[in-house]
């Protein structure tokens, strides 16, 4: 079965479309979403409608928690908190029924899934390799996937842990080692490729691919000016910071 794994779409629509589209083409029999689709972009409900259309997994993530006040929203400050508010002045009750059914962690196909890590699913973060030790430590499954960081990246459970960032093109084999992989951000990059991010794993020839799509970033960033977003929030969009 080849599974495409998403993250932390963050309302953008565009960067969502290109990405369902590019997954379509792929042979793409399962979707799992590991979490933030709403929180700093301009198009919250019509994120949540498609995943919710399409998603065979969807967690929570830690600005979809915060958006429904199921976390303290002093939790977030600045533009973070700004968008937060945003977001929840113009969530519908569809949106908010489907993000309020969603948990921060889950399990399928034999992986463990979730948003943030192990530890925390909610807001901890999978950096560094003191991180990636305690979430193999916290789980057991071969394959564990987290989102939260915005950056795509590939972990071994190995001695010592090997890991690295996961470029586009980059082909992991899934073999008797165990695996944290991160797929990268849809809707907000972090990793300098301002293009969204997504992965796809292939059970059947057991192999993951690290993807990149283009999307038309202008237009996200002339949707949230509109809506009078904060202007770093779209300005970062352009650099995949
Ligand atoms: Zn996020």
Redesign the pocket.
Known sequence: MRIAVI??I?ANLHALEAVLAAVDANGVEALWCL??IV??GPRPNECVELLRERADVCLA???DLVVLGKIDSFAFTGEAAAAATWTRTVLDAASERFLAGLEPSARAFGAELFHGSPRDPAWDYVLDEHAAYLSFRATSAPLVLV??S?VALQIADSDPLQGDQAPAGTTIELNATRRILNPG?VG?PRDGDPRAAWLVIDTTSRWATFCRTDYSIELTQAEMHERGLPKILSQRLAHGV
């Open positions: 993250s932390d963050h979490g933030d929180g700093y993530g830690n600005h989102g939260h915005h951000s907000q």
